[in-house]
């Protein structure tokens, strides 16, 4: 007999029990980052620095002599590109820390992510609930790692379990 899943109970993040340290999580599809995603996130967020949207001026005056996508951009793709694998059940992001821009990342390049599970605990302060630690890594194309960070989310067991 055929099984049916749904994908508001499987595939939008898990509980803290599902989790295992070192559990890897290759998120997909990746991004391919265009010249307007670029230079509409720079305006909405008023970072509209040249380095992002001027062209004659990278040409001319930066070492890669072509714009750079904005870091914050590269951050928030990352981000919501791991919201399906690990924190669409989450009750709250609870910080995030270790952000690093390592390379730059240019208009047409595609931006891939993964996830590693660093930790997990059950809160101290909320029963039925706990604490979810992740690093996540951004790589273009060509597997160059672009961007790294390690956050926090507060998760809910599994119904039924208890701290």
């Given at each position: 007999m055929?099984?049916?899943?749904s994908?508001?109970?499987?595939r939008?993040?898990?509980y803290l029990?599902d989790?295992e340290?070192?559990?890897?999580?290759?998120?997909?599809?990746?991004k391919t980052?265009?010249e307007a995603?670029?230079?509409?996130?720079?305006?909405?967020?008023?970072?509209?620095?040249?380095?992002h949207?001027d062209?004659?001026?990278?040409?001319?005056?930066?070492?890669?002599?072509?714009?750079v996508?904005?870091?914050?951009?590269?951050?928030s793709?990352?981000l919501?590109m791991?919201?399906?694998?690990?924190s669409?059940?989450?009750?709250a992001n609870?910080?995030?820390?270790?952000l690093?821009?390592?390379?730059?990342?240019?208009?047409?390049?595609?931006?891939y992510?993964?996830?590693?599970?660093?930790?997990?605990r059950?809160?101290?302060?909320?029963?039925?609930?706990?604490?979810?630690?992740?690093?996540t890594?951004g790589f273009?194309?060509?597997?160059?790692?672009?961007?790294?960070?390690?956050?926090?989310?507060?998760?809910?067991?599994?119904?039924?379990k208890?701290?």
């Open positions: 055929p099984r049916v899943h994908a508001r109970d499987e939008f993040g898990s029990d989790y340290i070192g559990d890897v999580f290759k998120h997909w599809p990746g980052v265009t995603d670029d230079h509409l996130f720079c305006l909405l967020t008023m970072a509209a620095s040249p380095l949207i062209r004659h001026f990278a040409a001319t005056e930066m070492a890669q002599g072509r714009n996508v904005v870091g914050t951009y590269v951050y793709l990352l919501g791991s919201v399906p694998d690990i669409g059940r989450a009750v609870l910080g995030l820390s270790e690093r821009h390592l390379a730059p990342l240019f208009h047409g390049d595609t931006l992510g993964e996830t590693e599970i660093l930790a997990q059950p809160s101290a302060s909320r029963q039925g609930e706990g604490v979810l630690t992740v690093r890594d273009n194309q060509d597997r160059l790692k672009v961007c790294t960070f390690t956050r926090s989310v507060l998760l809910p067991l599994r119904p039924g208890d701290a």
